[in-house]
């Protein structure tokens, strides 16, 4: 049999992708609440990939450009209950439930194996202010209207109004998160927020000089 040629016996494998080093802002930002989120991080780098969650180039940014990007939105949130539409991998619905154990939040996912994986989550981390509805926002059936609704990389605004709008009682506030074209979003959403009755609507930009890609937010009220 001819020896193999240095081509053909060399085969080279490329490195797995490390998890990205903790940030210094993790422990600010969660305060007595960081081993809990660390051990969510630790889960999600391990399980992420395999179970369809996040892909494979995320663990090198995956502290600072998904944790902690939906960290940083847990001061907007008011006591009470808070919706998380298309939770996924729980970006930000666990985050910011782990963020803020004063928070009752309603994580509302369709897909069967992310409902498991938010489920496994929650009771791995001992979460007790989480509930996962398996549905559709719009045929999500709630028992009491929600005080606000988060919602991250599911949809245009103009696409999310009625997704979310009336899940939220009168008065409840939408706090979602978007990228770099909010206010254009924002500028196209004219007939939704007239036809849902939104008010006070701004975009908020957190994290500047704390986190490396700020967050934005689109924050409405429903009247």
Known sequence: MPEPTRAEAVTETPAAAELELEPAAAAELFGSQIDVIRAFTS???????????????????LWSRHILNC????PLLRPGVVGDVGSGAGLPGLVLAI????????LIEPMERRVAWLNDQVDALHLTNVTVVRARAEDARLTHPLDQV??????????????????????????????????????????PIRKYRLSDIEVITLGTGVLPEVTRVIRATVD
């Not at 960290?71 to 847990?74: G, P, T």
């Not at 963020?99 to 309603?106: E, G, I, K, T, Y």
């Not at 709008?165 to 004219?190: F, N, S, Y």
């Open 43 to 61: 889960n999600l780098a391990d399980q992420g990939e395999i179970r369809g969650l996040i892909g494979p180039l995320e663990l090198p940014r």
């Open 150 to 191: 988060t919602a991250r990389a599911v949809s245009a605004f103009s696409k999310l109004i009625p997704l979310t709008a009336p899940l939220v009682r009168t008065g409840g506030e939408l706090i979602l998160m978007k990228g770099e074209g909010a206010q254009r979003e924002v500028d196209a959403a004219t007939k």
């Open 99 to 106: 963020a803020r154990p004063d928070v009752n939040f309603v």
């Open 71 to 74: 960290a940083i939105v847990a």
